[in-house]
């Protein structure tokens, strides 16, 4: 039994990452920078987003793909901010894998996107293991849950390249501080960039964005 | 692969179900009411299980099972109010499953406990399939979260025969709404039952213990 778990799960898992490398192939060919976005519910994902199409959109063409376990909650609040957006339903899955993304992204037009976030499911576990074929992956963590979250999710920490921490406006009213988050999560990946931001009061957003910007134009450039 | 995968999964949590059974028969046995918890990370578990120990201690015998992915972070802190923890590392797993609870429990005196909580993964999505053998699920959500996290993630709702709403000292700070929030959670489940917390200030902690000794008394006498 556990034997044939393994067997399933590693073959899954390299089912995935074929279909990944298309993606990014696919994805870099046509100059489209991509995030895939990963952090537990309610760390304010979608809110960053808003926040984010908002700041970007009068200089970059950005879409996005929503994932949710159930309901199109999430897509519909990125869709009024008049760019692309797919939603993805996963239908009790834990995470978006690399074909539901290829499929989602074969109804956008590659050429008219220079941004592509992939808002993953809100689980800090099972995202960790799928690879969808994204740029590269920035975890969320916000101020009121903990700051040991890095070392009990490891690998979500490691996977990702930046960590944003969101909802720095409520620090004052919590037991959290965000240097013991930040060397914790270095702890796990000492290569993380750290962005601090509250998309409440705007604060980091500046330096969020304008990294974002400048990472789309290296990956148009390298195309 | 498809009908692999999907085999093998009704494997899983068949063998899951007999385990859970066996563990529920134990517990039952024994008079122990046991309460699985499950919630978002950082949501407060660990802390409102602090505080509910500190309340509960004087009148019953307490223990907790206490799951992480990594770290025996939260079981150390528990360990400190003076009552058994086992700390359950899954390494990777999102969520307990019933044989990590049956060996748990094995190393644990059950005819010395009245109430066993056991402190599931951070993670709204794996651990609703999952039967652990307990007397019933407990799920968590804080007001930082947003209000439509029933509507997300049914499941862990529909599960679930008590809501616990924490951190209500910073719904102040927030924009998010208790009455929407349960509003969608008793649409998911019109059985819920809802307690508003704040492990903070203390807020609540007098009806959602008095409820537990109640339910745990119950049990004592249906044993």
């Known amino acids: 039994m556990g034997v044939e778990r393994v067997e399933v799960r590693e073959k899954v898992l390299s089912a995935n990452d074929e ?3 298309e993606v990014r192939t696919r994805l870099s060919g046509h100059g489209v920078f991509s995030v895939n976005l990963i952090s537990s519910p309610g760390s304010g994902k979608t809110l960053l987003l808003e926040r984010t199409i908002d700041l970007l959109k009068p200089s ?5 793909v ?3 376990v159930q309901t199109r909650n999430d897509a519909a609040r990125l869709e009024r901010h008049g760019i692309p957006v797919q939603a ?3 239908g009790g899955g834990c995470h978006l894998n690399a074909r539901q993304v290829s499929e989602s992204i074969a109804s956008l037009d590659l050429a008219q996107i220079d941004l592509l976030f992939i808002e993953n499911v ?3 576990v099972c995202p960790a293991s799928f690879d969808l074929g994204e740029s590269l992956t920035v975890v969320l963590l ?3 849950e903990g700051d040991d979250k890095a070392l009990k999710y490891p690998a979500a920490f490691r996977r990702a390249a930046v960590l944003v921490l969101t909802k720095l406006d409520l620090e004052p009213h919590l037991d959290f501080s965000s240097r013991v988050a930040i060397d914790n999560a270095l702890s796990i990946n ?5 962005f601090l931001t509250s998309s409440y009061t705007g604060e980091g957003l500046e330096a969020w964005t304008a990294w974002l910007a400048e990472q789309a134009s290296a990956c148009k450039r390298g195309s």
């Open 66 to 68: 929503a994932g949710d």
């Open 19 to 21: 279909i990944a490398a």
């Open 190 to 194: 000492p290569e993380l960039g750290v």
């Open 88 to 90: 993805i339903e996963t």
């Open 60 to 64: 970059l063409r950005l879409a996005v």
């Open 142 to 144: 916000s101020v009121t």
């Open 122 to 124: 809100g689980n800090l």
